[in-house]
């Protein structure tokens, strides 16, 4: 004889009660007849709807998938958040986590798609809280464990972006220069998008969290300002989210931005970005930028020299007469230390 297995559910938890076995998992009862046809190979009809509670099981996988998210087991927070979104689709907690642990799992190739699927499944997220949990307080912890997880990866993904480009080759890192800027402008885009998401869902509920955002995505755009080739269209969407965070706090002041600089240097040697310029611009910003003096000669220059350029005249004379004063003073900033290689600045 076989053991006395469920048909229905495959359990094997089969009790007999009042004169039929019935099956512990999905509650499906068999006759005398049917549980001796069931052991002896048989196969028996089952009639009927049965409903199978699944709610132990769901328990227990959200047990696991948090237990896995809290010790930062991001290989078994995926797999159970993941087995959870398919038996409970309208869960704000395993479509946000599925999403996010497998873009915290990224390679660096990866780091943009990475920055953009996780921005894809925030309004959706973010309106399954809204349409599901009512309860104010639960609401809030919730918008905070998002808020604290989005700050998390974008930290994530901007660092490793920033580790990897600086381990090129300086000779070669030049070439790089824009893969490394769409990184970081993915992750830019992410902190500004869920700020924008979170007041046009719960409008100015969680007002300081998006302000805090616009910040820190604010603080990026200016780190890498240098960089962008559309200074005016990028200075126009940093002023954007200034005036933004103004409406809640009129004191908040916009950060300096690079804007370049460098006139003379960048007219004398025809690019903001080479070996003669880098090093004009370290000692810029680790020399000059350090004391009173030099921050005063900093805007003098930048208040005369496009002026200069613009007006000098023919350029190959300007070039004849600055590049070789120039080429002797970044000689002596390189015999001093001051390095050529590429630099982002500040």
């Known amino acids: 004889m076989n053991e006395l297995i469920c048909e229905m559910c495959g359990s094997n938890n089969v ?10 998992s999905c509650n499906t ?55 959870i979104l398919v038996k409970e689709p309208n869960s704000w907690e395993a479509q946000f986590y599925v999403v996010y642990f497998k873009s915290m799992g990224c390679k660096i190739a990866e780091i943009s798609s990475a920055a953009v699927d996780v921005n894809n499944c925030l309004k959706p997220v973010l309106n399954l809280v809204k349409d599901n949990i009512a309860d104010t307080d639960e609401q809030e912890n919730i918008i905070t464990e998002i808020v604290d997880r989005i700050i998390t990866i974008t930290e994530m993904l901007d660092n490793a972006a920033r580790n990897h480009f600086n381990g090129i080759n300086p000779r070669i890192q030049n070439k790089f220069v824009q893969k490394y800027v769409n990184n970081v402008f993915s992750v830019i885009y992410l902190l500004y998008n869920l700020g924008d998401n979170l007041i046009e869902i719960f409008g100015e509920t969680y007002k300081d969290y998006s302000i805090g955002l616009w910040k820190l995505g604010i603080a990026k755009h200016q780190r890498i300002f240098g960089l962008l080739t559309d ?97 002797r003073f970044v000689k002596k900033l390189n015999e001093k230390g001051v390095k050529s290689t590429f630099y982002l600045g500040k």
């Open 231 to 327: 200074k005016k269209a990028n200075e126009s969407r940093i002023n954007n989210y200034v005036a933004k965070i103004q409406k809640y706090e009129p004191t908040y002041e916009k950060p300096k931005l690079n804007k370049g600089g460098c006139y003379v240097a960048t007219s004398v040697y025809g690019s903001y970005d080479c070996p003669e310029v880098w090093t004009l611009r370290r000692f810029r910003d680790n020399t000059l930028d350090n004391n009173i003096f030099g921050r005063l000669f900093i805007k003098t220059y930048y208040t005369i020299s496009p002026t200069l350029v613009k007006h000098f005249g023919d350029k190959k004379i300007f070039n004849r007469i600055f590049k070789p004063i120039l080429d």
């Open 29 to 83: 009862k068999y006759s005398m007849e049917e549980a001796r046809k069931i052991m002896a190979g048989e196969k028996v009809e089952v009639e009927g709807t049965v409903k199978i509670d699944t709610s132990s099981e769901l328990e227990n996988l959200y047990e696991l998938a948090r237990r896995a998210k809290d010790t930062n087991n991001n290989e078994n927070a995926l797999k159970y958040y993941d087995q």
């Open 15 to 24: 009790i007999k009660q009042d004169g039929l076995f019935i099956c512990q």
